[in-house]
């Protein structure tokens, strides 16, 4: 007999519906209780339980549904309805960490938006204090899933609502009670006064409208041919951009290693871009059906946040050993690797509550875990000494605090055992040259390897630093013509729609072309010959092209080998940054915009007959 037969024969029998429903609610939260300790990264050998779990919920909402006016007069509280939509909404959004399939995150953020659109924590919210805590913890766990989801305007109205929330419940209840949340509101702020629309003009994600459709990839001749199926993405650096921990820079990455549901298209716009998202361009329709089921599945991503040694190898080696046999792993990994003073809290700085790690738990299990928040020193920007002061850097990138014996620090000869598999490594560190050591020394597959420069180029527009938004290398990587917008000194509001969708074709054009010298060049190396027909990791290799092209013809970093990027094993010649080919598109970037001054070509690199000198102006 099925649990819904038992549970109909109970319903029909004298126990009263309330007992069923709640003697249903203690079973449903003792599985949640136990899948929200589960890591994610062991995708195969929770499946089953993931399922079980989402049974007993699919039943229980069911049952509530089809029992309510029973259930509320015999006591049901609005909130607790809630409640229960919220744990699906997590489940789902668990379900989307552990496979990557976008289907469960746009389920959870319709289990959200419905909680929202009914008010469920609404009532008696300022008379109960344990009410309002569900109710901005609420608002925490839909923001996350909205900015994964990439519904911009959605994320704007619960900043707003967060905010009002906030201020409100401080009026009702004690102040020390919401420290925690201003903080929150800080971060989810900085956060998008980062991610603007103006680095999201364009989705991130692989757009079968923008982007080369993969049936129309050039073919390589090459003895095997890998598809990215696996992804680790790590970043920490002192006082980054992040909301909860999902940094500006993983966020980045895992949007571009996505695909765009087809559902979703791109609209363009006479107007300047909009900074803030409240005006310029809107490049989404909501209204769409965001699931396609025609897409092939996304890649697996573990998305980690200040990882020790120990886990990270742990989940490195998990995903190795389910790696599929055409499969390959990215590795992407972003930290200092200055060392010298270890970082602490200003004296006097007292104690407060750490940001939404402690609120909205760590961005990979989100909600999973309950209401508990922990007490830690927490450091404002203004108080602290610049960590790259009076520091030299060392051979390895540290994912959190110094002085601990290496727990916390990832050296090259800690990737090298799982180059048994096939890798395709991004370092973006100023330490990344040690990493060069990983090349040569492979235990079975030679690695595609690619590096930051060890120095950063200092950008002239406002509030483009690292602190502000993020890594040059991973903006080129994942958005490539924001990041050469920013790199010459034009934001957002400085740039007219015209001007960028013109420059946006030509980018997209030249790197198809690159694709195409790579497919058919007899000098590329086969451990990239054998990537080039992944879509994703092909896109990332041409961006890196760009990037190194752009960085080594840039004025202030010519002739200056630490300011560029590098990979290993060698791409071919024809498209070393001082080709004919590579110095044209740059030169042809920079004439759109009016900043061919601000690099230095060759002798006889002149704008093609084609091109459209009149559009801009060299000077």
């Not at 319903?11 to 003792?30: G, Q, R």
């Not at 102040?175 to 949340?181: H, P, S």
């Not at 006082?239 to 921990?245: L, Q």
């Not at 930290?335 to 104690?351: E, K, W």
Request: aromatic share 10%; proline share 5%; net charge neutral.
């Amino acid at each position: 007999m099925t649990e819904q037969q038992i549970m109909n024969n109970n319903t029909n029998s004298n126990i009263p519906v309330s007992e069923v429903y709640w003697s249903l609610v203690d079973k449903a939260d003792k599985k949640f209780s136990k899948i929200r300790d589960l890591p994610y990264y062991e995708r195969n050998r929770y499946d089953t339980y993931f399922y079980k779990v989402f049974k007993v919920y699919t039943q229980l909402w069911k049952f509530q549904q089809e029992n309510r006016q029973k259930l509320v007069e015999a006591g049901l509280k609005r909130w607790e309805i809630g409640e229960i939509a919220s744990r699906i909404a997590q489940l789902y959004y668990g379900q989307y960490m552990r496979t990557s399939d976008s289907s469960y995150l746009s389920e959870s953020y319709v289990f959200y938006e419905a909680i929202l659109s009914r008010e469920y924590f609404k009532d008696g919210l300022f008379q109960d204090l344990n009410l309002a805590n569900k109710q901005l913890r609420f608002f925490a766990r839909f923001l996350m899933v909205s900015l994964v989801w990439n519904r911009r305007e959605m994320v704007h109205q619960l900043v707003n609502l967060l905010k009002i929330l906030v201020d409100e419940c401080r009026k009702a209840f004690q102040e020390t009670d919401f420290k925690e949340w201003k903080l929150v509101v800080q971060e989810i702020s900085r956060f998008l006064k980062a991610d603007t629309a103006f680095m999201n003009i364009r989705p991130l994600r692989y757009s079968l409208v923008l982007d080369l459709h993969p049936d129309s990839l050039p073919r390589v001749a090459t003895r095997r041919s890998l598809k990215l199926r696996d992804a680790i993405l790590s970043s920490y650096h002192h006082n980054e951009v992040k909301f909860s921990e999902l940094t500006v820079d993983t966020f980045r990455m895992l949007q571009c290693l996505e695909w765009e549901p087809s559902g979703s298209f791109y609209q363009s716009s006479s107007a300047k871009i909009g900074q803030n998202g409240g005006s310029g361009s809107s490049r989404i329709n909501h209204a769409q059906d965001i699931a396609d089921p025609t897409l092939p599945l996304n890649s697996r991503k573990a998305v980690l946040y200040r990882p020790s040694v120990t886990h990270f190898l742990a989940v490195l080696g998990t995903i190795c050993e389910e790696l599929a046999p055409d499969g390959v792993i990215l590795i992407y990994l972003s930290a200092s690797g200055r060392v010298g003073h270890t970082i602490s809290p200003p004296s006097g700085a007292g104690t407060s509550i750490n940001t939404t790690e402690n609120t909205v738990r760590n961005f990979q299990s989100h909600a999973m875990y309950l209401d508990a928040v922990t007490i830690s020193p927490f450091s404002s920007s203004s108080n602290i000494p610049n960590p790259s002061s009076r520091q030299s850097k060392s051979d390895c990138l540290h994912f959190g605090t110094r002085g601990n014996g290496g727990l916390n620090s990832i050296y090259p000869t800690d990737l090298i055992p799982f180059t048994r598999r096939p890798l395709f490594i991004v370092i973006d560190s100023d330490s990344s040259e040690a990493f060069k050591a990983i090349s040569g020394a492979e235990k079975g597959e030679p690695a595609a390897i690619i590096l930051s420069p060890s120095c950063s180029i200092p950008l002239t527009t406002a509030d483009s630093s690292r602190h502000h938004s993020g890594s040059l290398l991973t903006m080129f990587l994942t958005t490539p013509l924001q990041a050469f917008c920013l790199l010459i000194g034009l934001s957002g509001p400085d740039v007219e729609m015209d001007t960028y969708n013109k420059a946006e074709k030509l980018l997209s054009s030249s790197l198809n072309a690159w694709g195409l010298t790579l497919a058919t060049s007899d000098m590329l190396d086969p451990v990239w010959a054998q990537i080039l027909g992944d879509p994703f990791l092909r896109r990332l290799l041409l961006r890196f092209l760009f990037c190194r092209a752009v960085l080594t013809l840039f004025a202030p970093s010519s002739g200056k080998k630490e300011f560029h990027p590098e990979c290993m094993p060698s791409l071919p010649t024809s498209l070393q940054p001082n080709a004919s080919a590579c110095q044209t598109v740059v030169l042809q970037m920079a004439n759109i915009f009016g900043a061919t001054k601000k690099f230095i070509f060759s002798e006889g690199i002149v704008l093609p007959a084609h091109s459209d000198v009149e559009m801009a102006s060299s000077s």
